[in-house]
């Protein structure tokens, strides 16, 4: 019989020792356990910028579908339901100079800030699940060719920002 190196018997005792050791640690989600749907109703916008709600939508159930604690349903069939509203959105310019060897020139990078308000309600209950909270998400974005579309690009960045926060913010609330 041959003799284990230590170097493999001191690995063996250490993987064995940190699996005895039951940190209470646990793997996957940690979302309340009666809970296993969602539905997004049609958020408000308070701002005057067209298509932010169908883009803050979008992002939150693109984020729910990356996590996966919760599935998005329609109203009926989902176990609670998230209502929000967008109450800000804000453009900077980014390192503005409007003069550069006598040039002239606009920036031609923008920061994006989009405040979201939200909370979860389960249907029947009149204590919400979720809190009334306001997250915060911010984009930069570069003027190319067409300032419209750059914009817009900018306000879907900053909605995914939003909502990536909007969904830990939910699903991690225990």
């Not at 900077?92 to 308000?117: C, H, M, V």
């Amino acid at each position: 019989m041959q003799i284990l190196k230590p170097g493999i018997l001191s690995l063996i005792s250490a993987i064995l020792l940190i699996m005895s050791a039951g940190c209470g640690y646990q793997v996957g989600s940690i979302m309340h356990p009666q809970v296993k749907t969602i539905a997004i109703a049609p958020l408000k916008n308070e701002t005057i910028e067209a298509m932010a709600t169908q883009f803050m939508r979008q992002a939150l159930a693109e984020q729910f579908d990356i996590d996966r604690s919760l599935s998005v349903k329609q109203i009926e069939e989902a176990d609670c339901v998230m209502y929000g509203r967008i109450l800000e959105v804000k453009t900077t310019s980014i390192g503005f100079d409007s003069k550069n060897n006598e040039q002239t020139y606009q920036p031609a990078e923008w920061g994006l800030k989009i405040r979201f308000e939200f909370t979860v309600i389960v249907p029947g209950r009149s204590k919400p699940l979720i809190n009334t909270r306001e997250v915060e998400g911010v984009a930069t974005y570069q003027v190319t060719t067409d300032n419209d579309i750059a914009r817009r690009r900018g306000v879907q960045q900053a909605c995914r920002d939003a909502a990536q926060k909007a969904v830990v913010y939910t699903v991690e609330a225990w």
